[in-house]
């Protein structure tokens, strides 16, 4: 009985530590990934957002939730992908409208699990006209304001 009692004790300390990371990681998400509300009628004009979003950088930072979800293509792979998180100290700045030669797309809605639209949510597209670029910046709103949820790269 001597023996297992060390065993014992490590499964309990490893079984606190885990339930203690899943707490905080719940309480960490909670307070910087807002969810929808189902009406957004009263959310703020998305295109005076948008360009304020790319042309000022504390704006920009502070209408992101972190971590920032980041989809790119694998290194290795190119038809495969990778998911990331970014953290608020790991954050760059970033530019949808660089070049005159992009081709941009505002998609209004999304759509959740159930497959309902979702009209609080904006996605914009920005592809390369003459080269292989292609990001997707997709917006959340909450409390009347747009939010940055996630950012994916599948340039070449």
Same mark, same amino acid.
């Given at each position: 009985?001597?023996?297992?009692?060390?065993?014992?004790?490590?499964?309990?300390?490893?079984?606190?530590?885990?339930? *203690?990371?899943? /707490?905080? %990681?719940? &309480?960490?998400?909670?307070?910087?990934?807002?969810?929808?509300?189902? $009406?957004?009628?009263?959310?703020?004009?998305?295109?005076?957002?948008?360009?304020?979003?790319?042309?000022?950088?504390?704006?920009?930072?502070?209408?992101?939730?972190?971590?920032?979800?980041?989809?790119?293509?694998?290194?290795?792979?190119?038809?495969?992908?990778?998911?990331?998180?970014?953290?608020?100290?790991?954050?760059?700045? *970033?530019?949808? /409208?660089? %070049?005159? &030669?992009?081709?941009?797309?505002?998609?209004?809605?999304?759509?959740? $699990?159930?497959?309902?639209?979702?009209?609080?949510?904006?996605?914009?597209?920005?592809?390369?006209?003459?080269?292989?670029?292609?990001?997707?910046?997709?917006?959340?709103?909450?409390?009347?304001?747009?939010?940055?949820?996630?950012?994916?790269?599948?340039?070449?």
């Amino acid at each position: 009985m001597n023996n297992k009692l060390p065993a014992i004790k490590m499964i309990a300390i490893a079984a606190v530590f885990f339930a *203690l990371g899943y /707490f905080i %990681s719940n &309480e960490r998400n909670k307070s910087e990934r807002p969810l929808a509300t189902s $009406d957004c009628t009263e959310t703020e004009p998305f295109l005076p957002f948008i360009k304020k979003f790319n042309d000022d950088i504390q704006f920009q930072k502070h209408r992101t939730l972190f971590p920032l979800i980041y989809v790119t293509y694998q290194e290795d792979n190119p038809e495969k992908t990778d998911t990331f998180l970014i953290e608020r100290n790991q954050w760059e700045p *970033l530019f949808l /409208f660089e %070049s005159a &030669e992009v081709i941009m797309k505002i998609v209004a809605g999304g759509f959740d $699990d159930s497959n309902n639209c979702n009209s609080c949510e904006m996605t914009v597209v920005v592809e390369g006209i003459n080269y292989g670029d292609k990001v997707v910046f997709r917006f959340l709103s909450d409390d009347k304001r747009w939010y940055l949820t996630t950012f994916e790269n599948y340039s070449l």
